[in-house]
């Protein structure tokens, strides 16, 4: 059986005092399950306070982006092997604000994805629509293309290390959710693909998990379509109580 995996994605969020008090209040609050992981995904300023106070406990910790090159002259990247040398397991990439606000294309996503996993990070890899693309009826188009490219050259193997993050665009950051049906399909759709690049058993244990507007109060319902494996909390994860209420609600 698949694991519930709930990521929060912190966002530029919270200087060093205030991650303190956000790691304490979550930490404080979690009740051993052994059916779920949580993750946390400080901005970098924080990783190494985080990894610090996360240490005793079965909170993983991941950043928010880095670069694909080991080293060099790239003014304002950080490289796999820094953030691993903070304690960081997780990376996630290809988020929507990246790709929209920053002008990541498929490509350059693909790299990135490539040098996490060959340098023992694992990745949360972020595919979605657009509004725009869903009232046009090419969601599953867009999709495809993102996960087709984002995944590259990526084997079976270094598929079980990651997870893919379906975060519909229009519903990030706005309270619109998409409903459990509307998101449902689309977990279904990505892992009838994977099952098509890959194979049954790698699109089998994949975790999934949705990301847009997730909290307390329709967190369950989302989490109990069979394809949704988790969520990617941005907004309700700065607030321990919410986080802990999406993560409780497993
Ligand atoms: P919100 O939960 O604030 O909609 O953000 C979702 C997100 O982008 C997580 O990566």
């Excluded at 080293?71 to 950080?78: N, Q, R």
């Excluded at 929209?100 to 694992?122: H, P, Q, T």
């Excluded at 379509?225 to 802990?244: E, M, N, R, S, T």
Aim: aromatic share 6%; glycine share 10%; charged share 20%.
């Amino acid at each position: 059986m698949r694991k519930k995996v709930i990521a929060g994605n912190w966002k530029m969020h919270k200087d060093i005092k205030e991650t303190i008090e956000l790691i304490s209040g979550i930490k404080n609050g979690l009740t051993p399950n052994e059916n779920r992981e949580v993750i946390v995904c400080p901005p970098f300023t924080s990783l190494e306070t985080a990894f610090a106070l996360l240490k005793e406990s079965n909170i993983g910790l991941g950043a928010q982006n880095m670069h694909f090159e080991d080293s060099g002259a790239f003014t304002g990247e950080i490289s796999a092997s820094m953030l691993k040398s903070v304690g960081c397991k997780y990376v996630i990439l290809g988020h929507s604000e990246r790709r929209n606000v920053f002008g990541e294309a498929d490509e350059m996503i693909n790299k990135k994805m490539l040098k996490a996993l060959n340098s023992g990070l694992n990745p949360i890899f972020c595919v979605g629509e657009t509004l725009e693309q869903r009232e046009n009826g090419t969601t599953n188009s867009i999709i495809e293309n993102q996960i087709r490219k984002g995944l590259d050259s990526i084997s079976a193997q270094q598929l079980e290390n990651t997870i893919i993050a379906y975060e519909p665009v229009w519903a990030i950051g706005t309270g619109k959710t998409a409903t459990p049906d509307q998101a449902q399909e689309v977990h279904k759709f990505i892992r009838t693909l994977i099952a098509d690049i890959y194979d049954e058993k790698t699109a089998g244990s994949l975790i999934i998990q949705y990301g847009g507007s997730v909290k307390p109060e329709n967190s369950s319902e989302l989490l109990n379509q069979p394809d949704i494996d988790g969520a990617l909390v941005g907004g309700a994860c700065l607030k321990p109580d919410l986080f802990l209420g999406i993560i409780n609600s497993i």
